[in-house]
Structure formats: C-alpha cells, structure tokens
C-alpha cells in the first residue's frame, strides 16, 4: 500500500525557512518521479518542483527558483523540499506526489501546512 507522509510545515516570518520531508512508503521509491504540489486558500493545485527519476534533473516552478531545493534519499526513502526567503504568497497546504507514468501523479500525500505572515 502506498503511502505518503508529510511534514514540517509550521508557521514562520516572511524571510524564514522550513525543511518539509515526505515519507514514502509501499513503492520503490528510487524507481520513481515524485514532486511537490501546493494548493494556497481558494486556488488550485500547483506544482512546486519535481525530480525526474531516471535523468535527476530538478524542476522548480519560477515563482520558487532560487529560494526553493527539491532533495530526495533513497536510502531513507524521503524526497525533501528546503525553503528559504519565504514570502506570504508560499502560504499553503504543501503535498508530496509520486510520479504515475506519462507525466502524471498518481498517489499523494495528506499534506502539511505552510504558513507565512508577520
């Protein structure tokens, strides 16, 4: 059974840091895409950054670039997402998803919440 488990969100400044972890289990996790997902206050889901797999090339979205790194152990099985200069717009529910094939997710975790404001 698969399984995702967040955390690591909190409540922090603008300008502060969060470590956020997911904990997989249920899969080979090596063998896999995983990405994070975030979903702010009446918005839809977006995409954060992803890991492909096979290559280990990284995405970011632009709106993280820069102040966002996307990390993954496979000997822990624990994909990883450090935030730093967080601004107010980062507030939201942060999911980690695992890569289905053919470029979609297909399970995601319950998800952590990010929350930043003064």
């Known amino acids: 059974q698969v399984q995702l488990v967040e955390s690591g969100g909190g409540m922090v400044q603008p300008g502060g840091s969060l470590r956020l972890s997911c904990a997989a289990s249920?899969?080979?996790?090596?063998?896999?895409?995983m990405a994070w997902v975030r979903q702010a206050p009446g918005k839809g889901h977006e995409w954060v950054s992803g890991?492909?797999?096979?290559?280990?090339?990284?995405g970011y979205d632009e709106s993280v670039k820069g102040r966002f790194t996307l990390s993954r152990d496979n000997a822990k099985n624990t994909l990883y997402l450090q935030m730093n200069s967080l601004k107010p717009e980062d507030t939201a529910r942060y999911y980690c998803?695992?890569?289905?094939?053919?470029?979609?997710?297909?399970?995601w975790g319950q998800g952590t919440q990010v929350t930043v404001s003064s």
């Open positions: 890991i492909h797999t096979a290559t280990g090339n990284i």
């Open positions: 249920g899969f080979t996790f090596s063998n896999h895409n």
């Open positions: 998803a695992k890569g289905g094939g053919m470029g979609a997710y297909d399970y």
